[in-house]
């Protein structure tokens, strides 16, 4: 199974030769039949069928291509900015790559991250937000990583678009890494363009003008993700500048492992190893015990991952080496009014 990056190599087109010519045409193959369940799809829900309504404001934080936008940070700004303005806040997700009935990594993060706030995570998502409006007396719904998941009528539709692949590479899974076409941006209330400070200003522009004309009445606003603190599994925090200088291993598993290294790019300490796992991996006891040899051999001080990884590994060391996540958090570099507005206007009087 090729890595994230490698899959990224190969779709966009940075792989050359005549078998990557050929897995190409072959992914082509398989993208139109997914494209076409898409279209049939998105179509049905824009006549309406099929789309539920609840008591109360819905926010949906989501995006266009496959994993790696930033979801979870954003989905704690928006439910900070709602708690500082008095809203009882519920935040709603699907699960994806857990088992029935166990939190997935989202759900965990979201968990150290927001422990105050109710989190219902279920695959019927109508139900959750009966349920939460029900019993907790939620007065915002909160979606995480929604933008497909149509059957709950929202309110405010927030669509993150990664600087690094904004367009999926013009192809829809398997071919490019898009969800849905981008035409689908339409349904878009407020566009986000997530690690905005890896563009320069005409390239961010450049983007902005095409998300115009796919989605006009939709507000845009950019963010970059920056390094926050660290963290690591028994709830010690460090500030960032603790790493400053440092030599350091890295690993991961998310979406789009670029993200990552841009982060760690911003945090002042030097990268000599870096391993990629699959996305939302659920790490076992070997694959800990694989690590422990990796970072051992290594003259580092001190091994890095993403607060998604810590919260599935729960260990403080990986071998002699102290293991930290990097936790970051949203910082807007435009269109914060825009979104500050749109929201203000589901906050309860």
Same mark, same amino acid.
């Given at each position: 199974m090729l890595s994230p990056s490698k899959f990224r190599a190969l779709v966009s087109g940075r792989e050359h030769g005549f078998l990557a010519a050929l897995l190409r045409f072959t992914l082509r193959l398989a993208e139109f039949p997914y494209s076409l369940a898409i279209s049939w799809r998105n179509?049905?829900?824009? #006549?309406?069928?099929?789309?539920?309504?609840?008591?109360?404001?819905?926010?949906?934080?989501?995006?266009?291509?496959?994993?790696?936008?930033?979801?979870?940070?954003?989905?704690?700004?928006?439910?900070?900015?709602?708690?500082?303005?008095?809203?009882?806040? #519920?935040?709603?997700?699907?699960?994806?790559?857990?088992?029935?009935g166990t939190a997935n990594d989202e759900a965990m993060e979201l968990a150290q991250r927001l422990p105050e706030v109710p989190h219902l995570q279920e695959s019927d998502?109508?139900?959750?937000?009966?349920?939460?409006?029900?019993?907790?007396?939620?007065?915002v719904l909160v979606l995480d990583d929604a933008f497909q998941h149509r059957r709950i009528a929202r309110d405010l539709d927030l669509v993150l678009l990664d600087a690094l692949e904004p367009f999926g590479f013009d192809h829809v899974f398997p071919r490019g890494t898009l969800r849905e076409p981008a035409t689908s941006l339409r349904r878009a209330d407020v566009v986000i363009l997530t690690r905005a400070g890896m563009l320069d200003p005409p390239s961010r522009e450049a983007i902005r003008q095409r998300v115009t004309g796919l989605a006009p009445r939709a507000d845009w606003a950019e963010v970059d993700f920056r390094p926050h603190a660290l963290r690591n599994a028994s709830g010690i925090v460090e500030p960032i500048a603790a790493l400053?200088?440092?030599?350091?291993?890295?690993?991961?598993?998310?979406?789009?492992?670029?993200?990552?290294?841009? #982060?760690?790019?911003?945090?002042?300490?030097?990268?000599?190893?870096?391993r990629e796992f699959a996305d939302h991996y659920r790490y076992t006891r070997a694959d800990v015990e694989s690590l422990i040899p990796w970072a051992d051999g290594?003259?580092?001080?001190?091994?890095?991952? #993403?607060?998604?990884?810590?919260?599935?590994?729960?260990?403080?060391?990986?071998?002699?080496?102290?293991?930290?996540?990097?936790?970051?958090?949203p910082e807007f570099l435009a269109g914060q009014d825009a979104l500050e507005s749109r929201l203000a206007r589901l906050v309860p009087t």
């Open positions: 179509h049905r829900y824009d #006549t309406g069928a099929g789309i539920h309504r609840v008591a109360v404001p819905v926010v949906s934080v989501g995006n266009l291509t496959l994993g790696g936008t930033g979801k979870t940070p954003m989905v704690e700004w928006v439910v900070r900015w709602l708690l500082h303005r008095g809203a009882r806040v #519920t935040v709603i997700s699907r699960g994806y790559g857990a088992p029935e998502r109508v139900a959750a937000a009966g349920k939460a409006v029900a019993t907790s007396g939620s007065q400053s200088g440092k030599t350091v291993a890295a690993f991961c598993g998310v979406g789009n492992p670029a993200g990552f290294r841009h #982060t760690l790019r911003m945090c002042g300490c030097r990268v000599i190893a870096f290594l003259e580092v001080e001190a091994v890095l991952c #993403t607060h998604k990884d810590l919260v599935k590994l729960e260990v403080d060391h990986v071998g002699r080496r102290p293991l930290w996540a990097v936790t970051i958090f």
